[in-house]
């Protein structure tokens, strides 16, 4: 860092991020990442990290990445549900960053599930 533009360029960056990953309202879709240490121990920080990233990216304001504890499904980590108001919560399994790329243009920007990632899915 050489100059104070620098430095503020760096904080605009990291506040961005803490809007996506900020809990502001009940009224757009919140994604939430199961953050135990079974999810962590899976891979859940680099799923959540890629969900931020993206929805940053897109700028989609309407939208809330959170983590969480337990979600009590350990054999599925890294585990994350997505909860649209007036929907029912989808719940994706076994995540990667790659795959919550795709939750984000397909479930988040254009309202259509991920069905082959769901917990549903994986019971068949």
Same mark, same amino acid.
């Given at each position: 860092m050489k100059s104070i533009e620098e430095l503020k360029a760096i !904080?605009? =960056? %990291? !506040?961005?991020? $803490?809007?996506? !990953?900020?809990a502001s309202g009940e009224e757009g879709i919140r994604v939430v990442v199961g $953050?135990?240490?079974c999810g962590?121990? %899976? @891979? %859940? !920080? &680099?799923v959540l990290n890629a969900f931020v990233d993206e929805v940053a990216k897109r700028h989609l304001p309407n939208v809330t990445v959170t983590q969480t504890g337990c979600i009590g499904m350990c054999q599925y980590e890294p585990i994350v549900?997505?909860?649209? &108001? @007036?929907?029912?919560? #989808?719940?994706? %399994? =076994? $995540?990667? &960053?790659e795959k919550a790329a795709r939750v984000? #243009?397909?479930?988040?920007?254009n309202g259509n599930a991920v069905a082959e990632y769901t917990v549903g899915s994986m019971l068949k």
């Open positions: !904080r605009d =960056k %990291a !506040r961005e991020k $803490m809007t996506v !990953r900020d $953050m135990a240490t962590i121990a %899976a @891979g %859940a !920080r &680099p549900e997505v909860l649209v &108001p @007036g929907q029912e919560k #989808v719940t994706y %399994a =076994k $995540m990667t &960053p984000v #243009v397909d479930h988040l920007v």
